[in-house]
């Protein structure tokens, strides 16, 4: 136990280094980060897709705490090593794990010295307290006639010569000592972590957010009426926000608060990308390459588009899917000032933390509300979501379109570039396929809404870009039933639908639930799992009525 307690101690220490670090230099990650991230990119994609299926969106959790109990389980070996005298073992393990953190930083996009100190620091510092805390020769000692030889316990006979000052440095530390040198190692190492921490909070953009003020959009696109019982006039009608939203309860809001909408990406730690320091950089099969500052794009024309993104990963009835109003520059507008030259089918884009995928060209020019996207549901992006700038392309799963932290677009040929995801066996092209949700009632959990046994059932569905025209639902495997479908702002956007079950009878029953798209093509009927290109199938929900 007295190795283990060393080596846990040692990787704290280093830790709490390296965070102290990570508090001083912009950009700098504990040393977990950037070997997490390589992980992320190095294993199988099946892993990674279990990884989603079983944790959600709990995944980067899971890999950091997996990455905490794996460096534990080395400092235990070392401490082991160095409390049975093999120190150079211990201190050469210490540095393989340290020198793994500086390759993993210099695999990151734009490594520079300061990201590599924390893992170089962290590395000295464990070291450091292996050699304090772990057991060392006594500088001209010989053992007493019937005394032990350790050095631990041992003690010194009266006639060796007193040490000298520089022998002082050699000297073992007792058992009775050992508490105390471990209590102080661990009091400065939280203080270290403590004061790193701290200093972080320098580089958090949540104060620089919270003050920017946002240009207003010259183009909104209002809301249409489309519900069964009104008139609809080419799609020009407007009509009240709550025409969009039933309302009915458990069922998803139509637009989904920024703190609530889901999250995916490779991104272990957020990006905290100031707004001053970001740019955009348009090149490759251009006419002429552009840069443009935060600035440029707060001087230019912005559209305000409610837009439904979902991610590849969604299962049939998940909830990786979500809509929200986004603000921002047409990113048409820029490729066309940039010039695309013929033949760049492919418009490639990567982030700041180095993820970047490629989208078919045609969906940026062809009309749709692709932008880059400066706000979300009237307020700046937050970072976790791609503060400052992220794309925005309707129609396009996320994994082939949906770039975060956003600072390079690259026009190239579609057959000279695989993005992230393309190199792990997914589907270059994403469209989003037609969907339905059941939200109401929940699998496992029934009850009657009222003394005449009405229930209501109700979700949502989405087409994304081909919009949505109807939805039917199936009670027990039996006829196709027609739902009331709520407004919606434009084909962008997911919509909700309800049926009133006004015959529910006590006892268990069934719902699935289907949706066509506004061409009126069903969506598949055939369960498939969500590689290669998303999940289809139809959703359905177990429940049983409640006599009242």
Partial sequence: MHGVAIGLLSTFAGLAAAELIVGLVRGANSPVVPVGQEVIDIVPPAVKDLAIEWFGTADKAVLIMGTLLSLAVVGSIVGTLAVKGNRASAYAVTAVVGLIGVFAVQMRPAPTFGKMLPPIVGTLVSILVIWWLSPRDVWAARPIDGETTDPVVRQTDESVAAPTVGSLFTMPLQRRNFLHGASTVGLVSVMAGGIGRILKGRFDVGGERAALELPPPVDTLAPVVSLPDLAVDSGTQSTPAAMMDFGI???????????????????????????????????????????????????????????????????????????????????????????????????????????????????????RDAMLAIAMNGEPLPAEHGYPVRMVVPGLYG?????????????????????????????KEGPIKTMARIDRPKGGRGYSDNADGVVDIAGLAW???????????????????ECEVAGVASDDTWRQWRYQWDKATPGKHSVRARAYDGAGVPQPEEPKGVGPDGAQGYHRVEFKVEAV
């Fill in 249 to 367: 309860a458990g069922v998803e809001r139509w637009v989904v608060p920024n703190d609530e909408f889901y999250r995916i990406d490779t991104a272990l730690v957020v990006p905290q990308v100031p707004k001053d320091s970001w740019k955009l950089r348009v090149y490759g099969m251009v006419d002429r390459e552009l840069e443009f500052t935060f600035a440029d794009l707060l001087e230019r024309d912005m559209i305000e588009r409610y837009i439904t993104l979902s991610c590849v990963s969604n299962q049939i009835g998940g909830d990786l899917v979500g809509n929200a109003k986004w603000q921002g520059v047409r990113l048409k507008d820029l490729l066309d000032e940039a010039g695309v030259q013929p033949g760049a089918t492919q418009v490639v884009s990567r982030s700041i933390d180095g993820w970047n995928c490629g989208s078919p060209t045609s969906a940026i020019m062809d009309g």
């Fill in 399 to 427: 994994y082939v379109s949906a770039t975060k932290w956003v600072t390079e677009i690259e026009l190239t040929r579609w057959e000279d570039f695989d993005g992230y995801w393309i190199k792990r066996n997914w589907s």
């Fill in 463 to 481: 087409a994304v870009h081909r919009g949505i025209s109807k939805v039917e639902v199936s009670i027990d495997d039996g006829e196709w039933r």
